[in-house]
């Protein structure tokens, strides 16, 4: 087994885990990255201007009383412009402690180098030049996590000699960084498209080859109680599910997950002890398809658009995944999401769920997969061409008792085609539905670049 037993979560009340979302971006017209900052506690979404594509900008709702607004974030307090193809993530770094967005950069003389700015401030740092890295490819995704096991701040991006390149902080040391492809024995990478998380004890990241197969690169993270580091893997995942799982569409986006919120007991009882890598692509038949790693370190695969009945998926739709767990007085509901964009614009999740009393037999209760246009349930605006879109459980703008009596509200932020950043969602356990918001419009920010 890759991944040893996850520790059981306790039962609080109106307790939620996000666990885990992919965190990656891939690089299109619009720019868009979104982090829940738990640390200072505040949503923060950084996006691309439309009138100015190489101009950053920044909305934020800080926690109540204090006011949510927008900011300038290029161009300003010598931070670097974005690249014409521009991606970008965002995620809290526990092993520093501050929160940060890394971004593909206007380098010099026109080659893009990946930046970051750390900090409330923002204080940029350009760790292509810091660590020496090979030049990323102008339209890389960009994956990026910490790993707390491995004290590492890390980002992954696809370099200009199509090799996976990895740039990363450890804590003491300084930063460094590693051509995976190199170290690994794996082939080149096949387009721009990465993704990527931290698992239980040990570090993922996926890409496409030149076989239409969908390819693992992984590490462990010398967790206490699980292997210590001794290089990184490399894994052809079509070869590993014993060929089942089809070819990958050429272009295809990617996203992946882990979820340790999956099994049952030998016994059948619940437990939060699963282990569950998946990686989720679209085959040449426009069908999403999961690739997942099971508790007994198998590899199976699974058509997700024949399970839900889902619409197809159409080429250059954006792909986004998370899993997590909700639990209350004795009550959980474990959760795993798949998002993308359909050939009208509209956006569609594809759900599967377990859920029942802690501590009852719920052996023979798999989870059973469903499909829904969230977009046309909430009537949102259509999303703009190559959007991407960021995922996140919010609890920093839960209206007053929503939070204990429904759950927190699951959003998948997107641009428009009328260049507004909004945020589709659904209060979990409430009957009202999916709603879609207007950033943009609440914030009074300017337009982003659809």
Not at 228 to 239: E, Y
Not at 366 to 393: C, E, F, H, N, R
Request: charged share 15%.
């Amino acid at each position: 087994m890759r991944h040893p037993t996850a520790p059981v979560l306790a039962a609080t009340v109106s307790a939620l885990a996000l666990l885990l979302q992919s965190t990656t971006s891939s690089a299109g017209n619009a720019v868009l990255a979104v982090n829940e900052d738990e640390i200072n506690g505040s949503l923060n979404v950084f996006y691309g201007s439309a009138a100015k594509p190489e101009q950053l900008y920044e909305m934020f709702f800080p926690e109540i009383p204090q006011p949510e607004g927008w900011k300038k974030v290029t161009g300003v307090a010598a931070r670097p412009e974005p690249a014409t193809l521009s991606a970008a993530v965002s995620f809290d770094d526990y092993v520093l402690g501050h929160p940060q967005v890394f971004y593909l950069a206007a380098g010099a003389q026109g080659a893009p180098a990946i930046e970051l700015l750390w900090n409330t401030s923002l204080t940029p740092l350009d760790v292509t030049s810091q660590t020496h890295a090979q030049t990323p490819a102008m339209g890389t995704s960009l994956v990026g996590y910490d790993d707390e096991c491995a004290a590492t701040d890390n980002v992954f991006f696809v370099g200009s000699d199509r090799h996976v390149h990895h740039i990363y902080y450890k804590k003491n040391h300084g930063w460094f960084t590693e051509d995976l492809t190199r170290r690994s024995g794996a082939g080149p990478v096949e387009g721009l498209n990465l993704a990527g998380h931290e698992a239980q004890s040990s570090e993922e990241i996926f890409y496409l080859e030149a076989d239409g197969h969908v390819h693992e690169l992984w590490r462990w993270s010398g967790c206490p109680d699980a292997p210590g580091f001794d290089g990184w893997h490399h894994v052809d995942l079509v070869a590993a599910s014993g060929g089942h799982a089809p070819r990958a569409l050429a272009g295809s986006g990617l996203t992946s997950f882990f979820d340790p919120n999956t099994a049952v007991s030998s016994s059948g009882v619940y437990e939060s002890s699963g282990t569950l890598d998946a990686v989720l692509y679209v085959d040449g038949q426009h069908h999403l398809q999961e690739i997942y790693l099971t508790s007994s370190s198998a590899w199976k695969d699974l058509d997700l658009t024949a399970q839900s009945g889902a619409a197809a998926v159409p080429a250059g739709s954006a792909l986004a995944s998370q899993a997590w767990l909700y639990q209350s007085d004795g009550f959980f509901a474990a959760f795993e999401d798949v998002y993308f964009i359909d050939a009208k614009a509209g956006i569609w999740e594809i759900s599967s769920a377990f859920e029942g009393a802690q501590g009852q037999n719920n052996a023979g209760s798999p989870y059973k997969w469903t499909a829904v246009d969230a977009s046309k349930a909430a009537k949102a605006p259509a999303a703009g061409v190559g959007t991407p879109m960021q995922l996140d459980i919010n609890d920093i703008l839960c209206p007053p008792g929503q939070c204990d009596s429904s759950g927190f509200r699951k959003e998948i932020n997107y641009v428009g085609t009328d260049e507004h950043v909004h945020s589709l969602g659904e209060y979990m356990f409430d009957l009202t539905g999916w709603t879609v918001e207007d950033l943009s419009t609440f914030t009074g920010a300017p337009k982003a670049r659809p």
